[in-house]
């Protein structure tokens, strides 16, 4: 069996996505601060995560056109199996993604409007937690996909 450092990857970034979405309550988290925030700081939140959303979404765009145009003349110069190339687009796409989310400018952090000391407690807690879960989401994947490629290889 060939042995795909770029599937490995690619594994990783799967893993540490499903793990995110399917084991970490974002909805508990969330109620709890939406619980201790005002109308106002309400709306504030609200605004900050659509412009996350919105940044994570063109990130994965421009990600995957960037992989396809990679694939495309890479495909030119060599050969490449159905395998590789999935693997190629879920790299590139996901590695394109993070660096555009983390060097885009955002609005300050919803802490910095926040005025009671439960609702920044509850933000620090949302906070905390989301960061530790993607942490050790990609930990999980590294170690998953380590272990899964060492049995086949």
């Not at 933000?123 to 989401?137: F, G, P, Q, R």
Request: hydrophobic share 45%.
């Amino acid at each position: 069996m060939v042995c795909y450092m770029t599937c490995s990857i690619s594994l990783v970034f799967l893993f540490s996505m499903l793990y995110m979405v399917l084991m970490v309550d974002t909805k508990g988290l969330t109620q709890n601060l939406l619980s201790k925030l005002t109308p106002g700081e309400t709306e504030k939140y609200m605004l900050i995560v659509s412009e996350r959303k919105r940044l994570y979404l063109h990130g994965f765009a421009l990600g995957f056109i960037i992989s396809m145009i990679a694939l495309y003349l890479m495909k030119s110069n060599t050969k490449m199996t159905s395998t590789f190339m999935l693997c190629s687009t879920v790299v590139i796409s996901y590695t394109v993604m993070y660096f555009y989310y983390t060097l885009s400018t955002k609005q300050d952090l919803l802490v910095v409007h926040l005025d009671n000391y439960e609702a920044r407690m509850a933000w620090m807690e949302y906070y905390k937690t989301m960061k530790n879960s993607y942490h050790m989401s990609m930990l999980l994947g590294v170690v998953f996909v380590a272990l899964f490629s060492h049995s086949l290889c």
